[in-house]
């Protein structure tokens, strides 16, 4: 079945500066790569996904790159300010039709 | 739309006990999923329903783990008898078409504690 790793666990930036958060899946016939966003106490929302036919795909400060001969797809937030600190969630899901998550990376923007 | 409704929103009972977990999906929505997140296992998918039949149960811990959708608009998690490392905070979802064809939305979550 379908593995997914995240890295990194945790991440700390200053506000404005970029932060990219990276993820690796396993199973080649995974199509379809969302990410969510998760504030503290709160439930996951998505924020951006991606899906094979595309490499980039970019909404505002947000972007997501698709590797697929890597098996890798990766989340660049830019100018990155205080009400970005979350947990972000990578996924991927295909063949099987679930969606397997990651375990999360704690990103910390400090003002 | 008020999103997927989950209740409780927390619930602390004693080992032993039987605990109910209810969600009501966005209207419209044909998929429903249940995830349970803990720190060191993180989201993970226990049971998901396609138009109210169970797809994949696989991620169910045990037995004592039992889920249900009577209808279109409900569904139930069960768990009897419950113990100490069941808890954790137990999240339903609802997408249109399953997982990987349209976004999923997470109700608000249930936080479980079993001392």
């Known amino acids: 079945g379908e593995n997914v790793e995240q890295h990194p666990s945790t991440l700390s930036v200053q506000e404005g500066d970029s932060a990219v958060i990276k993820c690796t899946y396993s199973d080649s016939a995974s199509n379809y790569f969302p990410w969510y966003k998760q504030e503290l106490g709160k439930r996951p929302q998505l924020i951006i996904d991606?899906?094979?036919?595309?490499g980039e795909k970019k909404d505002q400060r947000i972007a997501v790159t698709l590797n697929k001969t890597a098996k890798h797809f990766s989340l660049h937030i830019t100018e990155t300010q205080p009400e970005d600190s979350a947990v972000y969630f990578c996924?991927?899901?295909?063949?099987?039709?679930?969606?397997?998550f990651g375990k999360g990376t704690k990103l910390s923007v400090k003002p | 739309d008020a999103g997927v409704i989950q209740s409780p929103r927390h619930e602390v009972t004693e080992m032993g006990q039987e605990v109910t977990l209810r969600c009501k999906p966005i209207s419209g929505h044909n998929s429903l999923f249940w995830y349970r997140q803990t720190m060191m296992r993180g989201l993970e998918l226990l049971i998901y329903?396609?138009?109210?039949?169970?797809?994949?149960d696989s991620g169910m811990p045990e037995d004592r783990f039992s889920a249900k959708m009577p209808n279109a608009s409900f569904s139930t998690l069960k768990i009897q008898p419950s113990e100490p490392r069941d808890s954790a905070v137990y999240f339903c979802?609802?997408?249109?078409?399953?997982?990987?064809?349209?976004?999923?939305?997470f109700g608000n979550g249930t936080r479980l504690t079993v001392t």
């Open positions: 329903f396609n138009n109210n039949v169970p797809i994949d």
């Open positions: 991606i899906r094979s036919n595309v």
């Open positions: 996924a991927a899901g295909g063949s099987q039709g679930n969606l397997i």
């Open positions: 979802a609802s997408s249109f078409g399953g997982q990987l064809n349209s976004p999923l939305h």
